[in-house]
């Protein structure tokens, strides 16, 4: 669990420390204007809008299952994108980790 946890973390870190410099460099609509500077950046952005949706998918329905509710990562990822599952993914693992707490 420790190790999963510290994992996404970083992920989360490196992440969050990459869209703060493209953020100072370009602004929030900058990033997406550059999704749309040429057909090779509008299929990343058009992939990455996939993946995000079919992650979103993924988190309703692992959240209805597990008693939780989804939405605040579902707009997390419309907003911020790969933020929300990583959020999501380490609420789950504390989740996770109080549930096997409790049970002992």
Same mark, same amino acid.
Request: net charge positive; charged share 10%.
């Given at each position: 669990?420790?190790?999963?946890?510290?994992?996404?973390?970083?992920?989360?870190?490196?992440?969050?420390?990459?869209?703060?410099?493209?953020?100072?460099?370009?602004?929030?609509?900058?990033?997406?204007?550059?999704?749309?500077?040429?057909?090779?950046?509008?299929?990343?952005?058009?992939?990455?809008?996939?993946?995000?949706?079919?992650?979103?998918?993924?988190?309703? @329905?692992?959240?209805?299952?597990?008693?939780?509710?989804?939405?605040?990562?579902?707009?997390?990822?419309?907003?911020?994108?790969?933020?929300?599952?990583?959020?999501?993914?380490?609420?789950?693992?504390?989740?996770?980790?109080?549930? @096997?707490?409790?049970?002992?």
């Amino acid at each position: 669990m420790q190790a999963k946890a510290f994992l996404l973390g970083a992920v989360l870190l490196v992440f969050g420390a990459i869209s703060l410099m493209a953020l100072r460099e370009v602004g929030y609509l900058g990033i997406w204007q550059s999704g749309l500077a040429n057909w090779g950046a509008f299929q990343v952005l058009v992939d990455l809008v996939i993946a995000c949706a079919l992650i979103c998918i993924w988190m309703v @329905s692992d959240a209805r299952q597990r008693g939780t509710n989804p939405w605040p990562f579902v707009a997390l990822t419309l907003v911020f994108g790969a933020f929300g599952p990583l959020l999501y993914l380490l609420f789950r693992l504390r989740q996770d980790h109080s549930a @096997s707490l409790s049970a002992t």
